[in-house]
């Protein structure tokens, strides 16, 4: 099969969608695969809490080190796109991406949670590689009224991934590890699924390397075309920066609190195992909306459906502190339905009119994703001091920042 060559500017991206299908096809198993993995984090933080008995503040380190790779390595990886261009850095990261899965078997084997935390860092470093590279890529594949569109649906699948890892992790993880009392058969029960994810990375990068995708030639942008331009004077993307920080920063704690929150006497009173399922809704949530969010913005301004996303989560996150049962336990499963576009979407407007300092407008944004460690470990912080129910009050803030970068701070100004 022969792909056709893509010419990109800043103004105008090349217009022949029957050329986009296959490499957005391809591209769709990396958000798959890094939504998994990512996702079973918040399988891990109730697992690894039992097993080395840790606070919550200490158990959120977990996310702490995994999503604070992408402040060190984003721009490094912006840095090495440009050197080898998108494909190569696809197979880099994953690549690294299984060396990380791979480091969990001797973490495991020796029970340590440090290892265990380093290895995060690693599995964390090959994914921020793929995320510099394939959101910008889906961007390009097409038109650049209907970018938000394209990336909110491969979204989709990422959100895929996100909804069937809590029930596998829930399965072959948490059931063992409420089951046993010693720790170290709940620290091993990891090893034989992340081999297995180790084994599935692999095979994705040769994939990657034998395929032949489409040259972006805004990925090798040269030093003189750069000199006197920087992404950084661009107001709406490091608005957008910012707005990436908070929604990562809250969509993680909400997931990364959901287990124990539904564990409460006050909300449902769950079993670890039990309670990880629901996290199946709050990740399955943001998958249905992005199917649904992929049609909508197709007529409807990014900027609006962010705005109404995010308003109608600070509605239901004030259900969330403020009720108890099954209202407060619906309303903070319900609010993965409202985070459906706002990933998508806020990379999409913030790297809007950006033309060559794309990649490096990328790698900021990705830099941002460091919001997933910083936001967490300070609702962490809040549940230890405050509980579980009243730490949800964090990511409300959130979301109305999000707000208003929806209705003002997107807007491109000259």
């Not at 009173?269 to 998958?287: I, P, Q, R, V």
């Not at 996150?317 to 993965?336: H, P, Q, R």
Request: aromatic share 12%; charged share 5%; net charge positive.
């Amino acid at each position: 099969m022969t792909t056709p060559s893509f010419v990109i500017n800043s103004q105008h991206h090349t217009q022949n969608p029957s050329g986009y299908v296959f490499p957005l096809t391809v591209l769709t198993s990396l958000f798959f695969m890094w939504g998994f993995i990512t996702c079973l984090n918040d399988i891990l933080i109730p697992h690894l809490k039992a097993a080395f008995s840790l606070s919550y503040t200490q158990a959120m380190l977990v996310q702490f080190c995994f999503f604070g790779a992408y402040f060190i390595v984003s721009l490094p990886a912006g840095k090495l796109l440009k050197r080898i261009g998108y494909q190569k850095g696809i197979v880099v990261g994953l690549v690294i991406a299984a060396l990380g899965c791979l480091l969990f078997y001797p973490a495991a084997s020796s029970h340590s949670y440090p290892l265990f935390l380093s290895a995060l860092f690693v599995l964390a470093s090959g994914i921020t590689i793929l995320q510099v590279s394939a959101n910008p890529y889906v961007t390009f594949l097409g038109p650049t009224k209907t970018a938000s569109s394209r990336l909110t649906l491969t979204q989709a699948f990422n959100s895929l991934g996100t909804t069937i890892a809590p029930y596998l992790g829930a399965l072959f993880i948490l059931n063992e590890a409420v089951s046993t009392v010693s720790v170290s058969p709940s620290a091993e029960s990891v090893q034989g699924p992340y081999l297995v994810l180790v084994a599935l990375l692999l095979l994705l990068a040769a994939i990657f390397a034998l395929i032949k995708l489409p040259h972006i030639p805004s990925a090798t942008v040269t030093e003189s075309e750069a000199i006197g331009a920087s992404a950084w004077q661009q107001r709406h993307l490091v608005l957008g920066a910012l707005g990436i920080f908070v929604y990562v920063g809250a969509e993680v704690a909400i997931g990364s609190f959901i287990v124990n929150f539904l564990g409460e006497k006050n909300i449902a009173a769950l079993e670890e195992a039990e309670a990880a399922k629901y996290l199946t809704y709050y990740w399955g949530g943001a998958m249905i909306g992005r199917f649904i969010g992929a049609a909508a913005l197709q007529k409807v301004s990014g900027g609006k459906v962010l705005a109404f996303n995010a308003a109608t989560a600070c509605v239901l996150l004030l259900f969330t502190v403020l009720a108890s049962g099954s209202v407060a336990m619906w309303s903070v499963l319900l609010i993965g339905l409202c985070n459906s576009v706002m990933f998508p979407t806020i990379f999409s407007l913030a790297l809007n009119n950006l033309g060559k300092l794309t990649p490096q407008g990328s790698g900021i944004l990705c830099l941002a994703i460091v919001g997933g460690a910083i936001v967490p470990l300070i609702q962490g912080v809040l549940a230890d001091i405050l509980g579980v129910q009243l730490a949800f009050i964090l990511p409300l803030f959130c979301y109305l920042y999000i707000a208003y970068y929806g209705l003002v701070g997107s807007r491109v100004t000259a």
